[in-house]
């Protein structure tokens, strides 16, 4: 990958959480998705989100990225509150502020590549920064498939227009919600790669949802939920090592 832009690490939270919680139903069918969560994601930086199924960790991405509302507490993209925003409110700050990327791809299929990825931009009214969608592009290795519709590109090409579009826009954070679940493994690697590659050289903020240690060990840091609470965190993490922390979770029953 090759680009002029520099990786910005401040420091500074790109999105947080403070004492989240979630309920769905009420009385015999109360369910509690998020239990009382806290948790900053900070600029420049790749973390994963893991835990087994219905441990809360879609439902924490959702609700940090203002998909689903909140039950309590306070979660904030930038210095923006997501509590008490109206829909409207919501939606700008989605279009403005927020890409994602998800394993369904997505895409139009009557638009090509590039149109794809402009296509939030061009809802928005945005002008199209060249050299920054050039930087992308580049990036995703998509030169020579821009005029190519979805039907014509391969499903690892399809995710890189994907991901390409989560970035063109130049959000402050992207939300990846298990993005490699329908791709191969060499695709789905090379699309690690390019979320790794994005945070490194090109300063993106990323957060990833995933069930997969392999996927996990390319993120700077791994966040553990268990039963709608972080139980755990680990840095610098290899895919050996996301294994045995999720092991030692089994061996506790915590996330049965």
């Known amino acids: 990958m090759t680009t002029t832009t520099a990786a910005v690490r401040t420091g500074r939270a790109a999105a947080k959480a403070v004492g989240l919680n979630k309920v769905y139903g009420a009385g015999e069918t109360r369910v509690v998705a998020l239990d009382d969560v806290s948790v900053e994601f ?32 306070s979660a904030t993209i930038g210095d923006t509150e997501l509590v008490g925003l109206k829909d409207k409110q919501l939606t700008q700050l989605r279009r403005d502020k927020i890409g994602f990327i998800f394993q369904a791809f997505n895409l139009l299929p009557t638009l090509t590549a590039l149109e794809n990825i402009t296509l939030p931009m061009d809802i928005a009214g945005r002008k199209v920064d060249k050299a920054w969608l050039d930087a992308v592009v580049d990036t995703v290795g998509l030169s020579g498939r821009l005029s190519h519709r979805p039907s014509q590109l391969s499903g690892g090409q399809q995710q890189r227009v994907a991901c390409a579009r989560a970035l063109a826009g130049r959000p402050e954070i992207i939300f990846a919600d298990e993005p490699t679940g329908n791709l191969d493994s060499r695709s789905g690697g090379e699309i690690l790669a390019f979320l790794r590659n994005s945070v490194r050289d090109l300063g993106q903020t990323v957060v990833m949802v995933t069930h997969d240690p392999v996927a996990a060990s390319y993120a700077d840091r791994v966040v553990f939920l268990a039963d709608g609470r972080i139980v755990d965190e680990l840095t610098a993490p290899t895919a050996d090592a996301v294994l045995d922390r999720m092991r030692s979770f089994d061996a506790k029953g915590r996330t049965s």
């Open 42 to 73: 900070r600029q420049g930086e790749f973390t994963a989100i893991m835990g087994p199924s219905g441990s809360g960790k879609s439902t924490l991405m959702h609700c940090m990225a203002g998909l689903d509302a909140v039950s309590s507490g």
